[in-house]
């Protein structure tokens, strides 16, 4: 691997100013280069700390986002991972760099193909990604260690958790009435059941139900 990019290094630092701390995640941000990962007119902008537009009218998280959200799922190399909403893939190659295993689902095949093709570049071989409806989950590789949603999910996405492992986690933005998502981090609670833990307002794309028509 070539040195990090100087811009790399300052994102990191700021990124924990602002609460990444855990050491595993924020060397995954630093060895994972963004400007693969954004279109071509940004790459001026690929280490600013803000989502950026991708095709099919999405976009790619805020590094900040990434960050907090990887951290909230304390991931192991023993992890399975789903994650719906691959977009341009950037938060599945930093969990590919903590887990074991990721399978990522995105319904817009232009994004879903993009995406593998950085991937492939990256040699980051543990992603199994899929174009299809990510509100189902994966029922064939289910259940899971860590789940992580980067859609906003319109309600507590009940057919996705029942895919999570007993001891497992994930990490979900839920719409509010406030126009915008609140992060919710799910886990089991001895005899509580499934308990979700609201941390912080986000604002993400929507998860839609359903296959995406042609792109
Ligand atoms: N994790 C991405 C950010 C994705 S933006 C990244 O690192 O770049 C959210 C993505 O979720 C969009 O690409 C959108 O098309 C996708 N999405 C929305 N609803 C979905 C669904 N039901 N199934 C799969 N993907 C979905």
Not at 63 to 83: A, S
Request: hydrophobic content about 40%.
């Amino acid at each position: 691997m070539s040195e990090p990019d100087a811009r790399v290094i300052q994102l990191v630092m700021s990124l924990r100013g602002q609460g990444v701390n855990d050491r595993h995640v924020l060397a995954a941000i630093e060895r994972t280069p963004r400007q693969l990962f954004v279109p071509e007119r940004f790459v001026d902008h690929a280490y600013d700390n803000r989502p950026l537009p991708i095709d099919c009218g999405q976009t790619i998280s805020q590094p900040l986002i990434v960050g907090l959200m990887t951290q909230l799922l304390e991931i192991d190399d023993r992890c399975k991972v789903l994650e719906i909403g691959t977009g341009s893939g950037y938060q599945a190659a930093i969990l590919s760099r903590l887990a074991r295993r990721v399978y990522t689902i995105e319904r817009y095949r232009t994004l879903a193909k993009e995406a593998e093709a950085r991937f492939t570049a990256l040699r980051l071989t543990n992603i199994t990604p899929r174009i299809g409806d990510g509100t189902k989950g994966w029922p064939e590789q289910a259940p899971f260690d860590r789940i992580i949603v980067t859609a906003g999910a319109p309600v507590r996405p009940d057919t996705l958790l029942e895919q999570l492992k007993p001891d497992g986690i994930a990490v979900v933005p839920v719409d509010n009435d406030r126009g915008t998502q609140t992060l919710v981090r799910y886990r089991h609670e001895s005899d509580d059941g499934l308990q979700g833990e609201p941390l912080m307002d986000v604002r993400f794309v929507p998860l839609v139900e359903g296959e995406a028509k042609a792109l």
